[in-house]
């Protein structure tokens, strides 16, 4: 096997484990500097309820929309003063166009049969 043989073989090698890899990205974070966050459940299947609070930094909240997504975002995260979140003030929006309320916070976004 000469040198370009192996060089297409480990290429074939990193572009399958990059492809595996964006499998197992299954939700977004939208972060109130507008910043988004590509992430996985860390047993590779449903969020924790533990792994949620840590993402929006306290007791969460559910919110349904009628595609089984959901945005999970911090309950008292008004009470807390926490920064608007604009990108996930327009989905939610999108979501419920008669609404006048906003998102404030980091926002979990992902499918409903990925949380428990």
């Known amino acids: 096997m000469d040198t370009?043989?192996?060089v297409r073989i480990i290429e074939s090698d990193a572009a399958a484990k990059e492809d595996a890899a964006a499998e197992k990205v299954m939700a977004t974070i939208f972060h109130t500097d507008g910043t988004r966050e590509k992430v996985s459940p860390a047993n590779g299947s449903d969020f924790r309820l533990e792994e949620m609070q840590r993402m929006v930094g306290g007791i969460i909240e559910i919110v349904y929309f009628e595609d089984n997504?959901?945005?999970v975002i911090n309950e008292e995260g008004k009470l807390l003063g926490l920064p608007l979140n604009m990108?996930?003030?327009v989905i939610f929006r999108a979501h419920y166009p008669d609404s006048n309320d906003y998102i404030v916070g980091d926002a979990l976004v992902c499918s409903e049969k990925q949380i428990l």
Do not use: L
Request: charged share 35%.
């Open 87 to 89: 990108d996930a003030t």
């Open 4 to 6: 370009i043989d192996k």
């Open 69 to 71: 997504t959901v945005m």
